[in-house]
């Protein structure tokens, strides 16, 4: 089957302008994670659903970052009044479930944000 | 923030050769895992040892933990030039949340 996708894959936007990412995760996923990575850096934790709920938003980095997940499928994350320091690429990943951490994530390819 | 660490932060290596890569973590781990990223773009998972195990294999893969340090090792073997790639531990807690190290690039050269 087809595995987690992810649009747009770049994305170029002018400082202050508000944008949507949006993950397509495994069908059947019930945990989907969205992280954030800068060059030259590991990806860093944003916000993990579990179904329709987000478990943990600890890693949004400030309230101008939201995510959804309305049908427990599909997400999306919202950056509002984008800063040119929100720049990087955001990885989605999603896994069966996360039972104690076993369970593998899988990635998708990214969307690369750029904010000028 | 970043948890782990990973050591080299570069790794260049001819074809054939193996390479070692270390990780070390601060906190109590459920499991580690491994990942492998291509051109700064999507991870691939590799390998996942549990807390209560110290070594593990997949292929050319070989990894070992040691809660006690608080480290990991990857060790590819017989490296191709299709291994060129970065190489990311990451601490998994209870839900599942990856905490990754800031990764190792290894080049292997033909």
């Known amino acids: 089957g087809a595995g987690v996708s992810q649009t747009p894959s770049n994305k170029v936007t002018e400082k202050g302008k508000y944008v949507e990412l949006r993950c397509d995760p495994i069908?059947?996923?019930?945990?989907l994670y969205w992280y954030r990575q800068s060059l030259g850096q590991g990806p860093e934790f944003l916000i993990y659903?579990?179904?329709?709920?987000?478990?943990?938003d600890s890693g949004l980095p400030n309230d101008r970052f939201f995510a959804v997940r309305p049908e427990g499928s599909v997400s999306t994350l919202k950056i509002q009044r984008t800063e040119r320091g929100d720049s990087a690429v955001y990885l989605c990943?999603?896994?069966?479930?996360?039972?104690?951490?076993?369970?593998?994530?899988?990635f998708g390819p990214g969307t690369r944000l750029t904010v000028l | 923030s970043q948890q782990g660490e990973e050591d080299p932060q570069a790794l260049s290596i001819q074809e054939g050769e193996n390479a070692t890569m270390n990780c070390s973590y601060k906190?109590?781990?459920?499991?580690l895992q491994w990942y492998r990223q291509n051109s700064g773009r999507g991870l691939v998972h590799l390998i996942l040892?549990?807390?209560?195990?110290r070594e593990k294999h997949s292929g050319r893969l070989r990894v070992t933990l040691d809660t006690s340090k608080k480290s990991s090792s990857l060790l590819i073997t017989a490296s191709r030039a299709a291994d060129t790639a970065s190489y990311f531990c990451?601490?998994?807690?209870?839900?599942?949340?990856?905490?990754f190290g800031a990764g190792t690039q290894v080049v292997v050269t033909p």
């Open positions: 990943a999603s896994s069966l479930y996360p039972s104690e951490g076993y369970n593998e994530q899988f």
């Open positions: 069908s059947g996923h019930t945990a």
């Open positions: 990451a601490e998994t807690d209870s839900w599942g949340k990856l905490q």
């Open positions: 906190t109590s781990i459920n499991n």
């Open positions: 659903f579990q179904g329709t709920g987000a478990a943990d």
């Open positions: 040892i549990r807390s209560n195990e």
